[in-house]
């Protein structure tokens, strides 16, 4: 069984920031990546930055549209991410939603992809 706590989301005024964290806990062996995707009503969920591990060095990946005002980072030890989101625009609103690929034991090779419960992120004009 794996959990995925997410937190820090909340509305703030465009131009403001927030950071998201994300802590998974439970059966966890290893985790291959975590991410943050959104969604927004109406709209499908897309993703906007997943951080992967590869030895001793993290691999970020972002949204074109976040790029510059949003940074991930991870916290191997603690099995936590986090979304630091800068000069936050009305077009970031949305629900964020924590995702963890990783494996749950070591006789496991396949991954399995879990989600957060989602965090609402509202930006006033």
């Known amino acids: 069984q794996v959990q995925l706590v997410e937190s820090g989301g909340g509305l703030v005024q465009a131009g403001g920031s927030l950071r998201l964290s994300c802590a998974a806990s439970?059966?966890?062996?290893?985790?291959?990546?975590m991410g943050w995707y959104r969604q927004a009503p109406g709209k499908q969920r897309e993703l906007v930055a997943r951080?992967?591990?590869?030895?001793?060095?993290?691999?970020?990946i972002y949204a074109d549209s976040v790029k510059g005002r949003f940074t991930i980072s991870r916290d191997n030890a603690k099995n936590t991410v986090l979304l630091q989101m800068n000069s936050l625009k009305p077009e970031d609103t949305a629900v964020y939603y924590c995702?963890?690929?990783?494996?749950?034991?070591?006789?496991?090779?396949?991954?399995?992809?879990?989600w957060g419960q989602g965090t609402q992120v509202t930006v006033s004009s």
């Open positions: 439970g059966s966890i062996f290893s985790i291959n990546a």
């Open positions: 995702n963890v690929d990783l494996r749950t034991s070591a006789s496991l090779l396949r991954s399995t992809n879990y």
């Open positions: 951080i992967a591990s590869g030895g001793s060095t993290n691999y970020a």
